[in-house]
């Protein structure tokens, strides 16, 4: 295997990073899948690219200023990666979160160094939600961005520069088709684009979960959702700035049994401990590892995102209890009885 060369900065270890063939989907789909290992990125998640992708287009247009301030709305993934990356830069970190998340989730943000901001859940529409005092907080903030991440497009090109070129360099160029779920979407339509720009031929499929309205959106223009799921990271139910004018070919729906599977067998069988948005992935893969084959490509490879690591949920996921009362199967290994 060929040593990678010494990265120059902390953060060029963000990007560039592996792919792994998946056994177990691969048999299941009677093709080959791959996962794009995003949990190796320094927070831990995909999110770290639209983190530096959002900070260093504001750097760009000369919106954040040596000393400036990130600000927020998230409770996750992009929360981890603003304050990394910030800290590197130089710059302070305000995330605005729903007072309901979990105590890890808001232990990781204050260890990190970011201030953290709780407000009480509200719906979309109401002003004190916490996306909107996320806006509202870094108008009022000296020397402040908006990263904005579901309409600030700056998220979708990380992709399309990054994580869609490294797929294509990696399968040297023979990749026919695309899959994941979508959050802010940012993923989706960048690796969806950036691969079209290679070859047009290349399917990009949307996985969704249950709960999210663009499977409807994509099978019969009706942004509608249907049941429910407790992915984090994942579920969408408008098109965002970053879906606009993504190039979806076809959609599936997965529903979070299924994710869990993935989530259960690529850990016992492969040794991935993984979150449950790339479960949910890696059964979109196989479903669309199967069309591409009923459709008549010979020996079709497709590629998804394995999006986070496992270890960030431990007391929900990975939590006999927690999956009892979510009326979610509890791994084999974890059961008592
Ligand atoms: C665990 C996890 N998976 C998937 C996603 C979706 O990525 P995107 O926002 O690019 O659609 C996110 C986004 O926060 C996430 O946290």
Not at 23 to 46: L, Q
């Amino acid at each position: 295997m060929k040593l990678l060369p010494p990265r120059e900065t902390t953060l060029d270890l963000i990007g560039n990073t592996p792919l792994v063939k998946l056994e177990g989907p691969s048999r299941e789909a009677g093709c080959e899948i791959y996962g794009k290992c995003e949990f190796m990125n320094p927070g831990a998640s995909v999110k770290d690219r639209a983190a530096l992708g959002i900070i260093r287009d504001a750097e760009a247009r000369g919106e954040l200023q040596p000393g400036g301030c990130v600000v927020e709305g998230t409770a996750g993934n992009t929360g981890i990666g603003i304050a990394l990356v910030a800290n590197a830069l130089g710059y302070r970190t305000i995330i605005v979160m729903p007072d309901n998340q979990s105590r890890e989730k808001m232990d990781t943000l204050r260890a990190l160094g970011a201030e953290l901001v709780t407000v009480p859940p509200t719906k979309f529409s109401d002003c004190n939600h916490f996306v909107h005092t996320s806006r509202r907080l870094a108008e009022e903030t000296e020397g402040a961005i908006w990263a904005n991440q579901f309409d600030n497009t700056a998220n979708r090109k990380a992709h399309i520069d990054g994580t869609a070129r490294e797929l294509w360099e990696q399968l040297d160029g023979r990749i026919d088709g695309f899959t994941c779920a979508a959050g802010t979407g940012g993923t989706l339509a960048g690796v969806g684009l950036g691969l079209k720009e290679f070859d047009e031929a290349i399917t990009i499929a949307l996985t969704d979960p249950h709960g999210a309205a663009l499977y409807n959106y994509f099978a019969n223009g009706e942004l509608q959702a249907e049941g429910s799921s407790v992915a984090e990271g994942i579920g969408q139910g408008r098109i965002t700035g970053n879906l606009e004018g993504a190039p979806i070919d076809t959609q599936f729906r997965i529903s979070d049994g299924e994710g869990l599977k993935w989530v259960a067998r690529l850990l016992r069988e492969e040794g991935l401990c993984l979150g449950l948005s790339s479960g949910i992935n890696v059964a979109g893969a196989i479903a669309l590892g199967r069309k591409l084959k009923a459709d008549g490509v010979a020996e079709p490879r497709v590629a998804t995102i394995l999006c986070d690591t496992g270890f960030r949920y431990l007391s929900t996921l990975y939590n006999p209890e927690w999956l009892a009362a979510k009326d979610l199967p509890v791994f084999d290994w974890l059961r008592e009885d």
